[in-house]
Structure formats: structure tokens, C-alpha cells
């Protein structure tokens, strides 16, 4: 018998409309967004329905997109299914620690409101992240620890695909390098600051203090870190390494072979977009993929279930 993961998005999914009619016809989802608007004292449903430019600031983004994945995980838990594990990119992790049962919603969304806050702002300057298709990640490594000035790896998304992090100039001089090594393509990712670089020391030691005020509970579903790639085993792992991961890379490719290893052969992505499933295409295409970004996706998980 294989396993089922529920996994989560991050930033870059979002979209005008993303959980709306999870809101208007699931009661359970309605009360994630009511619970998200009051931890964060914003209308989080404007955010996220009504044409808006917010949705793509980082400070407001965060807690949309996890309000959005907490009310479609709630939809998806009563109609009875459950995920064996689970684990999210990024700010997907948050998403994760929600079906772990690790923290409290209301908790998490006000943690991720501040998140939002302390990304934005600590690089008000802007920086640069792009994403680098058709490159073994080993050279893009090199490549990066070659480049004077700032510039790390923030994620290894799937077989061919890793993102660069950092100084505007230092990932212009990168990517010549690296389309001279044999990239297909190097695509600038619109985003409002070098997420996951070294650049997001101060956000990281906010973030602290932030996550300080929280309860953390003993963990109900195991859930990976995108730190380490590994299961978080002990509730008291979990502020330290959301601390590590505003700078550090997040280790997509490695926690999804961390789960096949385990015998995971569903990987339910639970939040607005394919983007998700789209990796994990390229990471193992014999296992069951699915996405539930609308209500009507719930039959998708029903007709599972009778299989």
C-alpha cells in the first residue's frame, strides 16, 4: 500500500480569483479567510478575489496564497481525506505545518503576515532571481560560487530546473556564465526581492523573534523541512529551521525523492496552480499527480478514494 502527500505551493501561483468559490459554497474554507483577515488585520477575500495589485506584493501575497491552501486543505479533510505526509515550497511550508497539526492556524497566518513584511522589507532595493533551465545543478553551483558578489542557489526545483538568488548585477554576470556552460534558457522571475539568499539575514533574525510568540504542537503528519529534505521528528526542530529557511535554499527535488524513497505514489498539490505537479513530472512520472485548486477538483480525490 503506498502513501498519500498533500504538498503546497509557494509564492508565484497566485492569481486574481485563487479559492473563491471554495469560499462561497464551503463554509470550512470561508472560516480559513475569516481567520486570516483577522490574524492579519486585512480583508484577505479582497485580496485574493477583487482585482487588486497587492496580490503580487510579497507582504500581501504570503497570506493570501496560505489562506487560500488552508481553506482548500480544510475542504479537502472533510470529505475525508487524509495525506500520509506532506511538505510545501517555500511559503508552502507553512501550508504543510497546517496539515502536520504542528501549529494553529491563526497562529501560522499571523506569522506569515509579519514573513511577508520582514521579506519585503529587507531587501527594499530589489534583487534578482532566475530561474535556470537545462543545467545540471552541480554546475550551477559552481558557477554561482564563482560570481563575484551575491548570488546563491535558492531552489532545486526538479531534474533541469534550479533558481538563482541575489544581487541584481551579481545574476547578470551568472547568467552569461551559465548560458555559456549550456543553459537553455535563464528566465528573471517577477518577484520583489532575493528570496532565499543571504541577502535575507535580517528577515530571517525578525522572523525569530516572531515565531517565538507561537505554540508548536507534537507533529500529527510527518512533514519535510525544506532546509534539510528530511522529516521534522521533533516539534522543537520547527522554529529553528523556519528561521534557516527565509535565507537558506529550499531542497524541493530532494524532499519529493525523500518521500518516493518512503513509498509515496500520490502527491496531491493543494493550493492555486500546477506548478507543483508540473516538477514533479519531471522528478517521476510514474507516480498518481493531482491538483485541487477548484471545488470541482474534490471529485478527483473522491473517485481515488472508490479506486
Not at 481553506?71 to 495525506?83: F, H, P, S, T
Not at 517565538?212 to 507534537?218: F, G, K
Not at 520547527?238 to 529550499?250: D, E, F, G, H, M
Request: negative net charge; proline residues 3%.
Amino acid at each position: 500500500m503506498g502513501k498519500t502527500a498533500f504538498i503546497f505551493p509557494g509564492q508565484g501561483a497566485q492569481y486574481v480569483g485563487m479559492g473563491k468559490d471554495f469560499y462561497e459554497q464551503m463554509p470550512v474554507s470561508r472560516t480559513m479567510f475569516d481567520l486570516a483577515s483577522k490574524a492579519s488585520g486585512l480583508d484577505v477575500a479582497a485580496i485574493c478575489f477583487e482585482e487588486n495589485e497587492k496580490i503580487n506584493i510579497t507582504e500581501y501575497t504570503q497570506i493570501a496564497m496560505l489562506a487560500t491552501e488552508a481553506a482548500i486543505l480544510k475542504a479537502v479533510e472533510e470529505i475525508g481525506y487524509k495525506a500520509d505526509v506532506t511538505a510545501g515550497l517555500s511559503l508552502g511550508e507553512y501550508g504543510a505545518i497546517i496539515a502536520a497539526g504542528a501549529m494553529k492556524a491563526e497562529d501560522v497566518f499571523r506569522i506569515v503576515r509579519k514573513r511577508g513584511i520582514f521579506m519585503q522589507e529587507a531587501v527594499p532595493e530589489g534583487g534578482a532571481m532566475i530561474a535556470v533551465l537545462g543545467l545540471d545543478a552541480s554546475v550551477v553551483e559552481r558557477i554561482c560560487v564563482q560570481t563575484e558578489g551575491v548570488i546563491d542557489i535558492a531552489n532545486y526545483n526538479c531534474p533541469g530546473q534550479v533558481v538563482i538568488t541575489g544581487e541584481a548585477g551579481a545574476a547578470e554576470v551568472a547568467v552569461q556564465e551559465l548560458k555559456a556552460a549550456g543553459a537553455k534558457r535563464c528566465i528573471p522571475l517577477n518577484v520583489s526581492g532575493p528570496f532565499h539568499s543571504c541577502m535575507l539575514k535580517g528577515a530571517s533574525e525578525k522572523l525569530k523573534q516572531e515565531l517565538e510568540t507561537a505554540t508548536v504542537y507534537d507533529i500529527a503528519i510527518p512533514y519535510l523541512a525544506n532546509v534539510t529534505a528530511d522529516y521534522v521528528t521533533d516539534k522543537e526542530q520547527i522554529k529553528p529551521l523556519l528561521t534557516r529557511q527565509v535565507a537558506s535554499p529550499v531542497k524541493w527535488q530532494q524532499s519529493v525523492g525523500r518521500m518516493l524513497e518512503d513509498g509515496t505514489d500520490v502527491f496531491v498539490e493543494i493550493g492555486p496552480g500546477k506548478t507543483l505537479s508540473g516538477f514533479m513530472r519531471k522528478i517521476n512520472r510514474s507516480v498518481k499527480t493531482l491538483n485541487i485548486e477548484r471545488v470541482e477538483d474534490l471529485e478527483k480525490l473522491l473517485s481515488l478514494k472508490g479506486e
